[in-house]
């Protein structure tokens, strides 16, 4: 079993930063990949961002690049998406997952078998 414990989302304005943080606990030797999802309301959960536990090789939308990096803390079980440069469409529910089944392509939600809770952000205009 993994737990992950997402915090850091909020209300920002439009072209504002917020950092999302992802706290792993348990089997977290077992993991090969974090990612972040998103889910704005009726929408349905979307790929933002993903980093291989091992290697941090990361993976981005290609309509995110540029604007969210995604980074690790392998010693404090710890996953970061910074955004920058936010937008009104950025509003949506941001969810930390982890795949601890093998190296499977990292943009495919269904491949993450454990979610956080998510962390709502809005982006004011």
């Known amino acids: 079993q993994v737990q992950l414990v997402e915090s850091g989302g909020g209300l920002v304005q439009a072209g504002g930063s917020l950092r999302l943080s992802c706290a792993a606990s348990?089997?977290?030797?077992?993991?090969?990949?974090m990612g972040w999802f998103r889910q704005a309301p009726g929408n349905e959960r979307d790929f933002v961002a993903a980093?291989?536990?091992?290697?941090?090789?990361?993976y981005y939308a290609d309509s995110l690049k540029g604007r969210f990096t995604i980074s690790r803390d392998n010693a404090k079980n710890m996953v970061y998406l910074q955004m920058n440069s936010l937008k009104p469409d950025d509003t949506a529910v941001y969810y930390c997952?982890?795949?601890?089944?093998?190296?499977?392509?990292?943009?495919?939600?269904?491949?993450?078998?454990?979610w956080g809770q998510g962390t709502q952000v809005t982006v004011s205009s």
């Open positions: 348990g089997r977290t030797f077992s993991v090969y990949t």
């Open positions: 997952a982890a795949d601890t089944a093998g190296w499977r392509p990292a943009e495919r939600r269904t491949y993450y078998d454990y």
């Open positions: 980093i291989r536990w091992n290697t941090s090789r990361t």
